[in-house]
């Protein structure tokens, strides 16, 4: 069951997402909290908590709405209606920015977001893309709010430009019948179903996403394939060829006609392996000091030659069988 155990501002009973979520768990222990970023009682509990801490569900008021620029596949990065998340990806870049505190925290002035975003996107030069899924994955959210089908729709009517998000999950439904205008670009992230199973802890399988793009791209979204992030294990070049023949058998020519690619090689960190090692003792390990080095204050990436060669190998597969397929960077 989740969650287990929610922390809430006091503030969020002035919204009505705040009553509706307070009265949709009013089963589940409520404790009330100064500040969703500053929770003393779970920042000092020890690593090996993580997995209960995961089971926590956070409400709050967002109070920052800086955008960030961007210059992947969008233009800014907005700070949007979550952050964290309930999965449990050892290699979760959110752990960078959170430690163990990476629980998923909802955030219910969801239409003073909404607003800002919708009137940003009518304030600048150009048409831009607006990167909404950054801090969370908003497919899990809307399970819990049914806030991106809000989003969506709005947006689509009163947006300029476009808004994207990726997802390990496949919960799509509720979306497919939405007004979406074509201002909307889906991106599947993706990983071989080995790593999906022993690394991506809690999130959807590998053929169930692939549906699940191939559901959205029918109806009438941009969609997009996020590999990511690309993880070196010793058979990884056997593991990410069947990926592909399985995204190549699955996919419909629809998606891949128009799809496009990102991929990411992991960066892990010296929190992730703190976290990890007592967390998830009997898991999967990610740091390989042979193929990794430095990079930054207290994260590793692979060395150049292998980080090079994992490229090579990658878009000579991925063009094998979509050559069509427009790959938009790889880092």
């Given amino acids: 069951m989740f969650p287990v155990k929610i922390y809430y501002e006091p503030a969020i009973d002035e919204y009505t997402l705040g009553k509706t979520l307070r009265e949709k768990y009013k089963d589940v222990p409520q404790i009330p909290i100064e500040s969703h970023n500053n929770i003393f009682e779970l920042r000092s509990r020890p690593n090996s908590d993580f ?7 956070i409400i709050g008021v967002r109070k920052t709405h800086k955008y960030a620029d961007n210059f992947k596949t969008s233009d800014f990065l907005v700070p949007f209606t979550s952050s964290g998340c309930s999965a449990m990806c050892l290699y979760c870049y959110l752990v960078c920015n959170y430690n163990k505190c990476s629980y998923l925290r909802i955030f219910v002035n969801q239409e003073e977001i909404l607003n800002k975003l919708i009137k940003k996107s009518h304030s600048t030069e150009k048409e831009c893309v607006f990167e909404i899924g950054s801090n969370s994955d908003l497919i899990l959210e809307n399970m819990i709010t049914n806030s991106l089908i809000t989003t969506i729709e709005e947006f689509g009517k009163k947006g300029r430009g476009a808004i994207t998000f990726p997802t390990k999950f496949s919960m799509v439904d509720k979306l497919l019948n939405l007004d979406h205008n074509g201002k909307v670009i889906f991106r599947m992230s993706i990983n071989p179903s080995e790593i999906i199973r022993d690394v991506e802890i809690g999130t959807s399988t590998l053929m169930s996403r692939i549906i699940a793009l ?11 394939l996020l590999i990511a992030p690309v993880i070196m294990l010793k058979n990884w070049r056997m593991i990410y060829t069947e990926m592909l023949d399985t995204l190549y058998e699955n996919l419909t020519e629809k998606v891949k006609n128009s799809m496009f690619i990102e991929v990411i090689f992991m ?15 009997d898991r999967q390990k990610l740091y390989n000091q042979q193929l990794m080095t430095g990079r930054g204050r207290g994260k590793y990436c692979y060395r150049q030659y292998y980080r090079e060669d994992g490229e090579a190998f990658l878009r000579y597969e991925i063009g094998k069988r979509f050559n069509c397929a427009n790959i938009i960077y790889v880092v």
Wanted: proline letters at 3%; charged letters at 25%.
């Fill in 267 to 281: 960066t892990y960190s010296y929190v992730h392996r703190a976290i990890n090692d007592q967390a998830f003792p």
């Fill in 214 to 224: 191939n559901k959205m791209c029918e109806a009438g979204y941009k969609v997009g």
């Fill in 51 to 57: 997995v209960e801490m995961k089971k926590y569900l």
